[in-house]
């Protein structure tokens, strides 16, 4: 849907998802936007051609007054979707709420409840429900249903979740020619970055958040983001960072047009000049400028700091946080380290190796274990350490980890599954 | 003896006399007449010859003993000619095998670097598999680490070159099992422009090949004194294969406490948790 999403960004912004799940539906808002390619029915014929191109095969469309109308003409008035046939449908203005009645009750979004009982109370379609009084609805079914019928018939506004923020700053450029040449893209894309510093700086902004896509002829639209940890109107800067995303793209096809969009602002940081050289403040910057770059070439997923979450299962304690998440820091670790409840290795497989270990008998404890085609004698062992926890996951950990000592001086950390007997290496200190 | 011949000519400017070497009288010296091998000596003039000469050059590059930072574990200092690590380098730690500790150690001394420098401590992990609860019992605090996971092994030797020119960086980690001369002679170049320190871990068969590091760390873990000894302090014996003015390999015995431990508040006073965030940390445990 995200695919889809970006596709139609070409013909408005104003592009929504379904509140609903499981989404299978976009909402454009098309208002000046089909007089464009003729009239409307041209359009849906331009719409159905074009996401066939990009590979979007079957879609369903509607052109109607209301979202929710949208949504019920394209749910319920079209083919099944094994038909594999694209279908387009406009409703003229006026005629919206008589083609509505015919319509199932299924077609009114909300509680499956709903629409049983409805059929129980002998309505079946939408005309059914309009005969009777809509405050009887409400006292039945509560104010959501009054409501979404408003919405359905224009009477009440409905708001939907965006597919992304309207971006502050746009501009993009149509290409004469489909190109695939670097020289070529890289120079319009610097002219744009030069148009939306001078507009940035009119309005005493810097950008956070940068998002260029490419559109592809007969290929899905391309993006990247690039952020950034300060606002910033340098184009030399953004087109620097621009160039080691680039590294990391592969274009699909060539590009017919280049679209750059600035997501997130902030106010600039205007500081006075000092005399004399401020170590502390020119570091800040700099490490500023690093994680850019590193965010950059390695994707911002990629630079990352660790949350420890409190949780006992140790595949779960660690949530990784990219440095340009705005959310709240995490507190210093030093105090979480009194919570801990043994001693943990510095290195945690991602996957547990599983391990051959004679074990002492009666006590069960590890006596030595085969790992790596060698025989490691254990001299010093630490545990069990009891780890039970998870049930809510659906995967309970039911474990008795041991930190051994090998004859060799190297410690590990090892556990037995309770519920198979199997071991496993899981740790190195 | 034509290698030698030319390896004398190249090194002319910078050759020293012999006697005192110190770093604090190299210019005085630097004016003295040098001392040559020549043809006629005996081999092991020669050879001494020609390590004074190196050592002069070795001692040229490095930085006033003011700006030396403590790698964080009192033994490990001792074990250095100077006493200290100095920024704009790379230090390596070479391990036999996983386990042994000297990852442990190493990390330490990244932390104490980084502290000192008041920067914030970068990790390399490609693999993902370091644990940050595990560096929190190192006496890490994360809120001052950032971690990278690059992709690629490109993009890691790229990362680190990138980490290693800023000088904003405190100190930057990482596991590395390959790295050619030209790729470690970018990194010595990065970390010289940025006045950074890098702590790379090692495989132990990186001892053959050549290296830019100032100082290179072999750990070998000993075992435990007594299977009856149920602390979880580990010995590990650290040897100083190569440092800036050292000819001789010097070991050390370090042992690495158990912060959890309380008997590591008796007994610690020679091991990591002399450092002041551990000994914090153990106390509170």
Redesign the interface.
């Known amino acids: 849907m995200s695919l889809l999403a970006e596709f139609c960004t070409r013909y408005t912004p104003h592009i929504y998802f379904d509140s609903h799940s499981p989404s299978d539906t976009l909402f454009l808002d098309l208002t000046h936007v089909p007089h464009l390619i003729n009239d409307e029915k041209s359009f849906v014929i331009h719409l159905i051609a074009e996401c066939y191109r990009q590979g979007f095969h079957p879609v369903v469309i509607a052109i109607t007054e209301t979202a929710s109308a949208g949504w019920a003409f394209t749910h319920f008035t079209s083919l099944p979707a094994n038909h594999r046939i694209s279908q387009g449908r406009i409703v003229p203005p006026g005629k919206m709420r008589d083609w509505l009645r015919s319509l199932p009750v299924e077609a009114i979004r909300g509680k499956e409840e709903w629409h049983a009982t409805c059929h129980e109370l002998g309505c079946h379609t939408i005309g059914d429900v309009l005969r009777l009084p809509l405050s009887e609805w409400e006292e039945r079914f509560g104010k959501d249903f009054g409501l979404r019928i408003q919405q359905l018939l224009g009477e009440r506004e409905e708001i939907l979740p965006p597919y992304r923020p309207l971006p502050k700053f746009e501009y993009s450029v149509c290409l004469e020619y489909p190109t695939t040449s670097a020289d070529i893209i890289d120079e319009h894309i610097s002219a744009l970055l030069h148009i939306l510093r001078n507009d940035l700086l009119k309005k005493g902004q810097g950008a956070l958040e940068l998002v260029i896509t490419f559109f592809c002829d007969d290929a899905k639209p391309l993006s990247t983001t690039i952020t950034l940890i300060h606002p910033t109107v340098n184009a030399e800067k953004l087109y620097g960072l621009f160039q080691l995303h680039k590294e990391q793209l592969r274009l699909p096809g060539p590009v017919t047009q280049i679209s750059v969009a600035v997501t997130c602002t902030a106010s600039l940081e205007w500081g006075q000049s000092t005399l004399f050289h401020r170590p502390a403040a020119s ?2 910057r ?2 500023a ?3 850019e ?2 965010a950059a ?3 911002k997923e ?7 979450e409190p949780d006992h299962a ?1 595949e779960y ?2 949530r ?1 946080k990219s ?1 340009f998440d705005r959310r709240r ?10 919570i ?1 409840p ?9 996957k547990p190796v599983p391990i051959e270990v004679v074990m002492g008998i009666p006590s069960g404890h590890p006596y030595r274990f085969f790992y790596r085609g060698a025989y490691k004698e254990i ?2 062992f ?1 545990g069990p350490e009891r780890i039970e926890t998870g049930w809510w996951r659906g995967d309970t950990i039911l474990r008795d980890y041991y ?1 051994v ?8 950390w090892i556990y037995r599954c309770l519920y198979t007997g199997q071991w496993y290496l899981h ?3 | 003896m034509a290698s030698i011949d030319v390896l004398t000519s190249s090194a002319d400017a910078l050759a020293i006399p012999q006697g005192n070497t110190s770093l604090g009288n190299y210019a005085e010296h630097a004016k003295a007449p040098p001392v040559f091998p020549q043809a006629g000596d005996s081999r092991s003039v020669l050879v001494a010859a020609l390590r004074r000469q190196i050592e002069a050059v070795s001692r040229r590059q490095t930085y006033p003993p003011s700006e030396g930072i403590s790698a964080g574990l009192p033994e490990v200092d001792a074990l250095l000619p100077q006493k200290r690590i100095f920024p704009g380098g790379f230090v390596e730690w070479l391990i036999p ?5 000297g ?2 150690l190493s ?1 330490r001394m990244a932390w104490s670097i980084a502290v000192h420098r008041k ?2 401590l970068v990790i390399v992990d490609p ?13 890490i ?3 001052r ?7 690629s092994p490109k ?1 890691a030797y ?2 680190i070159i ?2 290693l020119r ?4 405190g100190a930057l980690w990482a596991c590395i099992d390959r790295l050619d001369t030209r790729t470690a002679r970018r990194f010595q170049l990065a970390a010289e422009q940025g006045s950074t320190v890098g702590i790379f871990v090692r495989p132990f068969p990186a001892i053959n090949e050549i290296s830019w590091a100032q100082a290179r760390f072999l750990v ?5 004194a007594c ?1 009856q ?2 602390s ?1 302090r ?3 014996k650290v040897i100083v294969l190569r440092a800036r003015g050292q000819w001789e390999n010097v070991a050390g015995e370090v042992l690495i406490d ?3 431990d309380p008997l590591s508040q008796t007994f610690g006073t020679s091991s990591l948790s002399a450092s002041p ?1 551990l000994k ?2 153990s106390l ?2």
């Open positions: 570091s800040s700099e490490w400028e690093l994680l770059r590193l070439r390695l994707g990629r630079v990352s700091e660790a949350i420890l140790p304690v660690t990784w440095c820091k995490q507190k210093s670790t030093f105090l979480s380290f009194a801990l043994g001693a943990r290795p510095w290195r945690l497989l991602n001299v010093r630490w930190r000592e090998t004859v060799t001086g190297e410690h590990y740790g190195i200190f | 095998t996983e386990g042994t500790g990852e442990c990390l920067g914030y693999t993902q598999e370091i644990y940050p609860p595990g560096l929190v019992y190192l006496g605090d994360l809120p680490t950032i971690f990278l996971h690059p992709a993009d790229w990362a990138q980490v800023c000088s904003a960086t070998q873990p000993q075992p435990a299977a000894d149920t979880q580990r010995r590990v158990d912060p959890a965030s914090a940390a509170r445990a």
